[in-house]
């Protein structure tokens, strides 16, 4: 099962549920709590799921992410999850970047996580940070009382256009 965090310009929610459900197929599209935001759940392998999303004309969808992970919203559990899976697959000398979105209040900063974590993983792995052009996101995306974790390529994160 993949777990995909989709954005979307507000009030387009159902086109891009209905672009979400003609590209994969099979899957489940939900609303999240917040404006423009899709959890979309497919039987897909997670790679197939990007490949036919990134191929399908879409008109309503600006970023697709894969969520590997979902924790409780607690800043140690979000650290000590995104630490171990970000030790599974940065090798040292790569490049990486943690970045994190914060929707609702239930942790106080993601800047903070960003930068407590980016220096966890600098230090321990021996990795380096570049903000630019990683080899590695470490994405947390905070949505209410539960977060998302990913460490992905950046060729993983699927960008497109939306037509207005």
């Not at 970023?63 to 940065?90: D, G, H, N, Q």
């Not at 990486?96 to 960003?114: L, P, T």
């Amino acid at each position: 099962m993949t777990t995909l965090l989709v954005t979307v310009p507000g009030g387009r929610e159902g086109d891009a549920a209905l672009e979400l459900e003609w590209a994969l197929g099979d899957a489940r599209v939900r609303r999240a709590k917040w404006r423009g935001v899709l959890i979309v759940k497919t039987r897909l392998e997670k790679d197939e799921a990007l490949e036919r999303i990134k191929e399908f004309d879409t008109t309503a969808i600006f970023k697709v992410l894969p969520l590997e992970k979902l924790v409780m919203s607690k800043k140690e559990v979000i650290m000590e999850e995104a630490f171990e899976m970000a030790k599974e697959r940065i090798k040292e000398t790569e490049s990486f970047a943690v970045r994190c979105k914060r929707r609702g209040n239930w942790i106080s900063s993601g800047k903070e996580i960003e930068i407590e974590l980016g220096a966890k993983i600098k230090e321990t792995l021996n990795a380096n940070v570049d903000l630019t052009n990683p080899d590695w996101y470490v994405w947390i995306e905070v949505l209410g009382k539960q977060t998302g974790i990913s460490v992905i390529r950046p060729e993983e994160i699927i960008k497109k256009r939306v037509e207005f």
